[in-house]
């Protein structure tokens, strides 16, 4: 092996060690400091040489004390008389921590933690809310988070029973590429209610739906046994969640869902709480989750809204971390907006911008995200077609979201729900493949253009849909491909000086930007052609302006 070789092995070990998924101690010794980077994942295991009876419910707790205070993390079972005290940081610092348990082997264990400063470029923290900016995201380090979400109800199922994740991986890979870096996704579901199409009989690699082998409790979904948990239904799960916060990817998690045919337990029962307090105890320490207490919370007249305000409650005492918390049910999230974190919205109306405007003026010091707004891009498989099936309608319903200034979430019908395709670009010739891409450009937009400094004013929008940044002085309008043009410059006369004014124009199919140049300040210049006029939606850019005193 020559000098090249060794030295880029050795890169790739150092990467792999500093950058490892979740970092492992078994029985640290009383002495030994834990030395982790700010947000990486870690487990400290200690075993146990007695049975526990009940381990499940069992209270066990570790007090971390350091510079930025004291938290009581929850220690949770994960078999083979294993408990894992599971930690990440946020702040640089030594902390120090002891278990506390009426587990004798375990009451009195103390360890030292060291946190150092994070070293990973694309590695932020998890995401929060910001007083000076609440309708936004934003990470940990401070910096925008620009949640652009990708639905995978089923990720839980890929790989499901094998040590390792190659699908799971490749499906996030593809997510990640094309600037997704969320997924909303539900702990478990089990199969839809409504009629599959019949080509999948051919395809049952792509079929993950009804599987009898994958439960989070005891028995199966058909024979349930309520008495305790599956602990390996969760080890599994846990190597999904690190291999997306591996990819810097935020799982949106869906505690429960009510219509993909679950045997759960009766609300409030033991076995009920034990599931719902076991997840927020295992993922709290993952900087990628945002708890969902559940898919359509109040649909299908399953749960109340006084058991889904408990359910909250209860995140909340649990989690020591804080993690944002919603609930997929704007009419939970409107009648009852100090529990939320942010308004979660699911609205298919040919009104969607209006609707996702008057919610955010609605609630102003809250973010808008619309889960589902009925696009559902096609596959080779019809799944579930919703009001909107093709590619470039459901990529300008995710515009009308962020052009009211909210969030938004992509569907593409072939990895939503129980039909997986984990990869959808090495399928064979003819095979409906997605448009990941038009995301991919969407995300270099509102990257070039920092989406948070940005603010919908509607008197503003003339035939098109408006995104003013005030302070950098740039003005954007959404054009449908249909319109010929879309005024501006009657709006910029009330607030800028456009003396000096460019722009550009950009294709939401192909990310193509137009030569910058001088700003058109005739009034009426719809007999000039637009860009791309009736061959795709268009967004006019015009910057470097200046307000007026």
């Not at 690699?205 to 058909?222: K, T």
């Not at 995140?315 to 009648?335: M, P």
């Not at 000086?497 to 124009?505: H, I, P, R, T």
């Not at 006019?540 to 302006?545: A, D, E, F, H, P």
Request: glycine content about 6%; proline content about 4%.
């Amino acid at each position: 092996m020559n000098i090249k070789s060794t030295i880029f092995l050795s890169l790739l070990l150092c990467i792999t060690t500093c950058f490892s998924q979740i970092k492992k101690w078994e029985n640290p010794k009383k002495n030994k400091t834990i030395e982790t980077t700010q947000w990486q994942v870690n487990d400290i295991i200690y075993k146990v040489k007695k049975s526990v009876d009940d381990p499940l419910n069992q209270e066990v707790f570790a007090i971390v004390t350091g510079n930025d205070g004291i938290q009581k993390i929850p220690v949770f079972y994960n078999g083979d008389k294993k408990w894992i005290f599971r930690y990440s940081g946020n702040t640089i610092g030594e902390r120090t921590y002891v278990l506390q348990s009426k587990i004798k082997e375990l009451n009195g264990k103390k360890g030292k933690i060291l946190v150092t400063e994070n070293q990973k470029k694309n590695r932020h923290g998890g995401v929060v809310l910001k007083a000076d900016n609440p309708q936004h995201f934003f990470y940990q380090d401070g910096s925008h988070y620009f949640n652009l979400a990708f639905e995978c109800d089923w990720l839980f199922a890929l790989d499901y029973g094998q040590k390792e994740i190659p699908k799971t991986k490749h499906l996030l890979s593809k997510v990640t590429e094309n600037g997704f870096n969320q997924i909303v996704m539900n702990v478990y579901s089990h199969d839809v209610k409504w009629q599959k199409d019949k080509k999948l009989a051919n395809h049952p690699e792509h079929e993950y739906g009804g599987r009898e082998d994958i439960f989070p409790f005891l028995g199966s979904n058909s024979k349930p046994d309520f008495s305790t948990l599956n602990i390996e239904f969760f080890q599994h799960f846990d190597k999904v969640i690190a291999e997306m916060h591996d990819q810097e990817i935020v799982s949106h998690l869906m505690i429960y869902v009510w219509n993909k045919l679950v045997s759960w337990p009766d609300m409030q029962s033991d076995a009920d709480n034990l599931y719902y307090d076991y997840v927020v105890k295992r993922y709290q320490a993952f900087p990628n989750i945002i708890w969902d207490v559940s898919k359509e919370a109040l649909f299908y007249g399953r749960a109340t809204e006084e058991y889904i305000a408990e359910r909250i409650e209860r995140t909340r005492k649990i989690d020591a971390y804080n993690r944002l918390v919603s609930v997929h049910d704007f009419g939970f999230c409107k009648r009852n907006p100090d529990k939320v974190d942010f308004i979660s919205m699911q609205n298919w109306q040919h009104m969607l911008y209006k609707n996702m405007i008057d919610a955010r003026k609605q609630f102003p010091k809250k973010p808008i995200f619309n889960i589902e707004h009925g696009g559902y891009e096609k596959s080779p498989y019809v799944v579930f077609p919703g009001a909107y099936t093709d590619a470039e309608a459901c990529l300008r319903r995710n515009y009308m979201c962020l052009f009211a200034g909210g969030y938004t979430t992509y569907y593409w019908q072939g990895t939503s729900w129980n039909v997986v395709i984990h990869n959808p670009f090495e399928q064979p010739e003819g095979f409906i493949k997605p448009k990941f891409e038009y995301f991919k450009h969407l995300k270099t937009l509102f990257t070039d253009y920092n989406f948070q400094n940005f603010k919908p004013i509607q008197w503003f929008n003339g035939n098109g849909y408006n995104l003013t940044n005030e302070k950098d002085g740039v003005v954007m309008l959404f054009v449908p491909k249909e319109n010929n043009w879309v005024g501006v410059v009657e709006g910029l006369k009330k607030k800028f000086d456009f003396s000096e004014a460019k722009e550009v124009w950009f294709n939401t199919l192909t990310g193509e930007y137009t030569e910058e140049e001088s700003f058109d300040k005739k009034a009426y210049n719809f007999w000039k052609k637009r860009p791309w006029h009736l061959e795709a939606d268009a967004i006019r850019i015009v910057k470097n302006l200046k307000l007026k005193n």
